[in-house]
């Protein structure tokens, strides 16, 4: 294992709208919404907590408050469950809290594309690598995903995406790689295309939304050049590095449920309430019922 500097800060972008999932997301965040007993945001935190990051950073947007109150010490909730004697909530409540000086807030202000949205981090970031997560994403795996990525990041530095087989005729909603060969759980990765027509796809590998990016990135994302559906693109900007810096891709060892569509969050809540210990041979009963 080479000595390559740790990945201790998290880029969250939470700006997007939700328009999935209106009228739920009207004026609550996207972001707000439960899978079982947590919001996607907690369990995306728990993720990145888990991986060994100490600085998130919410990539917000207007009506977002709710995401850093759902993160701050409520005092009024945790004094009312201590005299109440409900300890199990009350650890719950108090797993569910970002430590002091971890939580850092900027906004984007206009919705001009996930590219953007992550060098509005670029000041926080500094000269450090960082992690990025995308919050419609849960990535479920005896390991974290982020963990999992940032073992593979000790061997090979460098970017990492993590990836996974797509069917063919989803191939248009995501960034595909064009890779290389695997040493030791990394995919050499010698392209990257935005949302490919299946005819210009090199594989059907996509970016399924974890990342650990070097800060060159934000040199091309400055640039603010427009790609797939005018919007400036992630996946153009990591494009440009691939040749200059290591870029490997990695294979998540688990399954990912996209819970930014109405079908994939009711499949997630379904399957995290399985795995629930509380309810979910209940909630397997529940499903026999309606076979
Ligand atoms: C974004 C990225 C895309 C990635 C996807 C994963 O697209 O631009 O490369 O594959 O997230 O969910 P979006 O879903 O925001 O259109």
Redesign the pocket.
């Known amino acids: 294992m080479t000595n390559f500097k740790p990945v201790r800060k998290a880029v969250f972008p939470v700006a997007g709208l939700g328009t999935r999932f209106l009228p739920a997301t009207k004026a609550m965040p996207k972001e707000m919404l439960p899978i079982s007993d947590r919001p996607l945001i907690q369990h995306v935190f728990e993720e990145a907590r888990e991986a060994g990051i100490e600085e998130f950073i919410f990539i917000t947007g207007r009506h977002k408050q709710m995401l850093e109150e759902h993160f701050d010490y409520q005092p009024e909730l945790e004094q009312t469950l201590e005299s109440r004697g409900k300890d199990a909530m009350l650890e719950k409540v108090r797993d569910s809290e970002m430590p002091a000086g971890k939580l850092f807030l900027t906004r984007q202000p206009k919705p001009l594309g996930?590219g953007h949205a992550v060098w509005c981090a670029k000041k926080l970031i500094g000269d450090d690598p960082f992690a990025i997560l995308?919050p419609?994403?849960l990535m479920k795996g005896e390991t974290g995903c982020l963990k999992q990525m940032i073992d593979v990041y000790n061997e090979t530095g460098g970017n990492i995406i993590a990836l996974e087989d797509v069917p063919e005729s989803e191939v248009h909603k995501?960034?595909i790689a064009d890779v290389g060969e695997e040493s030791n759980g990394a995919i050499e990765i010698k392209g990257l295309v935005?949302k490919p027509s299946i005819e210009e796809a090199p594989s059907t590998l996509?970016?399924?939304?974890r990342y650990i990016l070097q800060p060159e990135v934000f040199e091309p994302l400055e640039a603010f050049e427009r790609g797939a559906g005018n919007e400036i693109?992630?996946?153009d900007a990591m494009a440009k590095l691939i040749g200059q810096q290591p870029f490997n891709g990695m294979v998540f060892d688990g399954k990912s449920y996209d819970c930014?569509s109405r079908l994939g969050f009711i499949e997630a809540n379904l399957v995290y309430g399985l795995a629930d210990p509380e309810i979910g041979d209940d909630v397997a009963k529940i499903l026999k019922k309606y076979n």
């Open positions: 996930l995308l419609d994403v995501y960034g935005e996509s970016a399924v939304g693109q992630l996946t930014g």
